[in-house]
């Protein structure tokens, strides 16, 4: 198993507020990782200083033993750290298909006089994208949808094309924010079945938030528990299970009978 | 309802050409016998200019005999024609939709021309509300690529048009030209006309250097704030071009060579509509609209959010400036007042009344506030007022304007229609 991500001693202040304090993170090749804590314990934080939206404090980040701390999110993203949001970040006057191939951005190589004037390469490579869009969108079962806006679907499938289109980015490791929220139990049902598909199929790490703890046991293999900035728990989920300090965490102290 | 169902159903077998045939006739029609016959008869003193729009508020007392003009010549002509030639326009059709698409475009495009060409021929009059009317086109797409598409409120067009005026009149005035304040022409004036995309395209390439000023503030803010950089863009241009009296000061500068006759306006505007629809439909372009819509989920999926933007202001300015290089040339003269609130008042009405993020909304919208604004002439300052309530009307009903989120599709638009479509 080779290393893919490293984030070391990562420390993060939003003027005097110490958000994040001294995190590590190891994800290697076909890991799933779970990362869980109450609300408000910095994960999303977490989760944005990994891909660059904020630069942090201190600390190191290295991608394929390459610092990628201070880079633009899009570089980032385009080095293969694809990522969905806690609350849909979809595109709302965009169609589903454009939003797969959207994604795609990165690997287009026609460049702006390709775009103008409409040149064949640029045909090639947009009905290239294409195909390869509609091939996401099959597996996800949201072909039917391809023409229509994204505001028209329900909510589970609004969730499919946010993690297609992460995985149009051809990332090697899916950053899940939330991807159970507001479900229901067989969407989560289904959901769950998603994933290990897609950890399957596309050889992705996975990199996940999640509140639901059945979930999140079922799915990972290493489990962090994150409160106010810090981990106090990691490990294999049958011992964050029974972890005293996570049960505190969670339930507060005077549940713990 | 029920008689405009008919209707429609009646007219959906014309194919594009069937209209473009019809309008070629009533277009004869009006050029062999519309003053000798048709207006004298009715007791019109000459041709009505736009469809009689002008004289609709001048002298009501010749309505009648306008739309009586307005019938003979243009209505009936051409759904007669349109219908009765359904069985030779749609075979032609047929045999166009197997060629290229880009073949069978410009084929209609030529058609359209010729047809324009005759139109505005009747008079000066009539070819110069075309010939600004197509340069409204031009602005007005040109804006909707960075107000529409790309979402800000950009208020600096005026500014990107004046620099491209200046430009290209300088250039043209310098080379081509004797001049007062240029003195002699450089080059042989021949040359003029063959270089002068030369010129109109240096116009549009500093408008579009002139554009950073507001793109790179665009970066860290949108909406409101941007609107106030984008204003000041407008009028630092204005007065810089006031107190540079090398280039004329406030007085402006004229005697540009008319370079600008329709064919090469029509032109221009027919590229300037090619290459912007290729791009906002190509993926690249659509990345405007990622941004616009979410600008932190763009950038998670790999797009570049900054260049986005300075490409969409860039563009947007490029095409405002050769706008601006053509207005000149059709003038002949430029002020920088004419590059002010009242053209900045112009270009936003048209861009919202057509449509956002719509290529065929823009051209509406262009074409509907062009002629509004012609009809409405002789009540002069009122019709700032009135327009302003047409587009207040269309913000209640239609907050995205009439045509909005739309694209062209040529293959569409151009297809014979052999078989009528059901339950349209």
Redesign the interface.
Known sequence: MSVLLNVNQMTHFFGGLRAVHNYHLTIGSGQIIGLIGPNGAGKTTIFNLITGVYTPTEGSITLENENIKGLETNEIAARGLGRTFQNLALWRHMNVLDHIKMAHYSQLSYGLIGAFFNTRKCRQQESEIEENAYRLLELFDIKEHADQLVTNLPYGAQRRVEMARALATRPKILFLDEPTAGMTPDELVQMIKIIRQVHRDFKVAIFLIEHRMKFVMELSEHIQTLVFGEIIAQGPPEEIQNNPEVIEAYLGKEDLA | MELSRKFKNTFANVPMLGWLLGCLIAVLIEHYWGYDYISYYLGLPKIPVLFGALVVLKEPMMIPGVIAYDLLVYVIPIFLVAKLTVFITNPVALMLEKKPLWLSTVLHLLFFYGILHLWSGINDYRELVVKLTLISIILTVSINVINGYQGEFSCSHPGFMALGAYVSSVLTLYFFADDKIFGPAVLSPALGPWLFPFALLAGGISAALGSLLVAIPSFRTRGDYLAIISLAFMFIVKSAIENLDVIGGARGIGGQPDYAPLPVIFIWTMLSIW?IH??VT??????L??V???E??????????RKTKI?AFMFGAFWAGIAGGLFAHVITYINPDMFSINRLAEILAMVYFGGL?SIIGSIVGAVSINLLGEALRPLELFKWIIIPLILIFVMIFRPYGLIS?KEINAKELLRSKHKPEQGI
């Open positions: 290459i290729n791009f190509s993926t690249m372009g659509k990345a609209n990622a616009r819509d979410d932190a989920a763009s950038e998670s999926m790999t797009v570049k959010t490409i993020n989120f």
